[in-house]
């Protein structure tokens, strides 16, 4: 959630029973004292290729590193004070926009004006909230990742941040708390995983099988999202999560604190209209959408 805030066999004597030993290679003694020795048959068979128990794309494992580190730096590497300053100059504060409130010198202006719309995504309050993202991006950022690929991905998460810091922005004008953390990038990613996940060959309806090409289907032409019940499900649910986080009712991670749901819908938005901004998919007809063409803003 965004949060503001690897033996050798050696016969045994004296007993003349088999026993039983574990073996690698070589011949299997049968019986202690038995000269002969049966060599066992080696099948011709080709090996079966085994898919790895965890296939997380490299970039997804790079940005959870770079969370993990940040945070371990700011636990246990910086000061009280120096966290304080590190906030100040990664994290997102609306107020650093409003000309109308006067904080003098207390945020650092410059580049952090633009640097903290992506920075703050990498920031998270404690191990908690951090492993709670975490959770979240492993399934719906490798997804999105696969069918990307690395640098697309990567402008998308930072893409995805800012619109939630926009968002965010946008109805919290002047407010002096910071935001934090990547949910708003990672609700990117679960609706960009939403364009193309149900679709027929899908990583949804493939019953265990991912290959490549199961990230690489047709995605559902934006026009269209809607009038998949599937999708349709997906959406309202996430949406009446979020509702109820902003209302409250449900707690962030146990910690109290409160939860920047704006930036999720921001995220999420982002994503879903700007999907084919980033897919390297060829168009067709079927699947070119009002989002296809990068607007100036």
Known sequence: MTSR???????????????????????????????SCV??????????????????????????A????????RTYVLSEQQDVEFL?????IPVRYDSSVMVGDA????????????TYAFIHADWTHLGVNAIWLLPFGSAVARRFGTARFLAFFAVTAAAGAALHLAT??????????????????????????????????????????????????????????????????????????GLGSLPITGSGQSVAWQAHIGGFLAGLFLFSWFDPKPRSPQTDDGAATPQSH
């Open 39 to 64: 060599t066992p048959a080696v099948s011709s068979d080709p090996p079966v290729k085994r898919e790895p128990i965890f296939n997380i794309p490299p970039v997804i494992i790079a940005v959870l």
């Open 172 to 245: 919290h004008a002047g407010e002096q708390f910071p935001m934090i953390g990547a949910s708003a990038a990672i609700s990117g990613t679960m609706a960009a995983a939403m364009r193309f996940s149900f679709q027929r060959g899908g990583p949804l309806t493939l019953l265990g099988r991912a290959d490549d090409s199961a990230y690489r289907v047709p995605a559902i032409p934006l026009r269209s999202v809607l009038s998949d019940a599937r999708v349709v499900l997906f959406v309202a649910v996430w949406f009446g999560i979020n509702i109820l986080f």
């Open 107 to 118: 945020l650092p202006g410059g580049g952090a004006d633009v640097w903290t719309f992506i």
């Open 5 to 35: 805030h690897r033996m050798a066999i050696t016969p045994q004597r004296g007993s003349g029973r088999a026993k039983a030993l574990p073996f690698l290679f070589g011949p299997i003694c049968l019986a202690a004292g038995q000269r």
């Open 88 to 92: 100040l100059t990664f994290a997102f």
């Open 66 to 73: 770079v969370l993990a580190l940040v945070h371990v730096v």
